[in-house]
């Protein structure tokens, strides 16, 4: 008996402290289940074991997270990660659909002391490893945990077969993939001019505009190092534009380093299927000339809308965010007969008010110049478009867009018979194709066209609203808040343009709160919509989604 005390009797001291010290951390976490913490890489969440940490303690954090992967099947796919935190966290990984299998030949985890990157890698990719992964970085103090998705392939999205498997593949996905609005805006962020930061900000209730810049370059140099691996150049990033045929394009030059890489296309963090041969039954196409890349979208609805990004073998080298506003034609454009010298005037008028509208003239886009003059009225409803000292040659179609709404229109130049005006510009003159008059009784009783819609605004901020109405005899158009009449009330400015009756709120506060009527009367009947607006505190409006720096 001497002999066993003399052997262990100094070993039991120690492990009555180590197993004392064991319950004392076990009833504190049943105690105290732990604490969530937000990190500042988007999609990280951490959970702090213990209210007080001790001085020099800290819980695990990424600061580099792994990216989501879309691999070829039968190709080398890697999840990377770099984790801070003291003491140093361990990093455990695991699927969303079963165990992960580590064998040489199927998945294997490694550390890397050089580059601190815990990674996660598939020899050759298949199939079956198509998961959403999640990366555990643990410590005595907390736990740090973010997702991320492995898509596999066989091939691009060329084959009609390859589509159907990837499309009933990734419904399970979708969910998955959704983007965070942490994560959408730090995309928007690294592929936006710097004239758009400000908007953005705003937008996203991002307050520390100088942390922003901080944190912004720090990814901007991430993503350089991630995009050089596979692209050796990438110029002429073209956001997303509308064009006269009812397509949207994204554009941009790339210098693939292997031509045979993968180019993806996602919206919202959903990934696209698309063309490479410009097929009909296909929505989204792409097409490559040398170096450019041109993404199409056609047949355009507000199911467009959307943030829109661009990977190369899972790595995001562009961003674009695709607003589709809720405007439409009221009175679309006219046929125009001009004679030769003589100026034409398109004009268009909307159902919603708009800074601008694009012009085309035979497909060419148009702006402001000695030739071609864009005119804006005050209520941004009415837009107009004059061809000046008008030629044979620009005879054409020409057309306007308006959000993603088109219209055209010929513009016919008659060839001046009198030699005696030859070189000399003739006095301005608009000719507008109109339908023939009918003898028949058109008075018909007022009827919205376009009714009044729901609108919530932000307090101190200017709100719009409108609505379409038509009847003959022209009816007359009253606006009432909570039944008292408005037409009067210097506070609120009304028109009634072409049938399209709209009010401006230029700041909204507490007492605009309530329920807006538009009454529409004529000799032959009357006709009313009505709508509520909702003012929302400053409080409830400026939520910061992000802490920056």
């Known amino acids: 008996m001497n002999k066993w005390y003399k052997v262990f009797g100094s070993v039991i001291p120690l492990l009555v402290s180590i197993l004392y010290l064991f319950v004392v951390i076990l009833i504190s976490f049943l105690l105290c289940p732990g604490i969530r913490k937000r990190s500042k890489v988007p999609g990280v969440m951490i959970t702090q074991f213990m209210e007080d940490l001790p001085e020099g303690m800290s819980t695990p954090d990424f600061t580099r997270k792994p990216i989501a992967l879309t691999i070829q099947e039968g190709k080398y796919g890697a999840f990377k990660a770099i984790v801070t935190g003291t003491p140093a966290p361990t990093v455990t990984w695991s699927r969303a659909n079963g ?61 009609t077969k390859e589509l159907q498997r990837m499309q009933g593949k990734g419904e399970a996905l979708k969910k998955e993939k959704q983007m965070e609005p942490e994560e959408k805006v730090w995309e928007l962020l690294l592929s936006a001019d710097k004239r758009d930061y400000e908007r953005i900000c705003a937008e996203y209730g991002i307050t520390d505009f100088r942390g922003m810049l901080k944190k912004l370059n720090e990814m901007r140099r991430e993503r350089e190092e991630q995009i050089a691996e596979f692209v050796s150049q990438i110029s002429t990033l073209k956001h997303i534009e509308v064009s006269n045929d009812d397509c949207a394009t994204i554009e941009l030059d790339m210098d693939l380093r292997d031509p045979n890489s993968k180019i993806y296309l996602y919206k919202n963090g959903v990934m696209v299927p698309f063309s490479i041969e410009d097929s009909e039954s296909m929505k989204h196409n792409l097409k490559q000339v040398g170096k450019k890349y041109i993404f199409t979208i056609k047949n355009l609805g507000l199911e467009d809308a959307g943030l829109y990004s661009v990977d190369v073998e899972g790595v995001n080298v562009f961003s674009t965010d695709f607003k589709v506003p809720e405007v439409d034609f009221a009175v679309k454009i006219q046929e125009v007969k001009a004679e030769e010298r003589e100026d034409a005037l398109f004009q268009c008028v909307l159902t919603a008010p708009m800074t601008e509208v694009k012009w085309f003239g035979k497909n060419a886009p148009l702006s402001n110049s000695d030739k071609h003059e864009i005119i804006v009225s005050e209520d941004k409803l009415i837009h107009k478009l004059i061809i000046r000292d008008c030629l044979p040659l620009d005879a054409g179609i020409y057309a306007t867009v308006a959000g993603i ?105 507490s007492k605009d709160t309530g329920e807006y009527k538009v009454v529409a009367e004529n000799s032959m009947g009357r006709a009313e919509c009505s709508t509520k607006l909702t003012v929302r505190g400053t409080c409830t409006m400026y939520r910061q989604v992000l802490h920056c720096g």
């Open 99 to 159: 165990d992960i299998f580590f064998h040489p030949e199927v998945c294997l985890q490694k550390y890397n002391e050089s580059s601190h990157e815990h990674t996660l890698e598939f020899p050759k990719v298949n199939p079956e490893d198509a998961d959403t992964y999640k990366c555990y970085a643990t410590n005595k103090y907390g736990k740090a945990v973010c997702t991320v998705v492995l898509n596999v392939i066989n091939v691009g999205f060329s084959t």
């Open 405 to 509: 709404k088109s219209c055209n229109a010929w513009l016919v130049v008659e060839a001046d018979r009198d030699t005696a005006n030859k070189g000399r510009k003739a006095a301005q003159k608009f000719t507008v194709k109109v339908a023939e008059a009918k003898s028949c009784d058109l008075q018909c009783p007022p009827k919205f066209l376009v009714p009044l819609k729901l609108h919530t605004a932000p307090e101190g901020y200017e709100c719009y609203m409108s609505c379409a109405v038509k009847g003959d005899p022209t009816p007359h158009v009253t606006w009432l808040r909570n039944n008292i009449s408005l037409n009067t009330n210097t506070n609120y400015y009304i028109s009634n343009t072409y049938g399209v009756c709209s009010m401006l709120i230029l700041r909204v506060g």
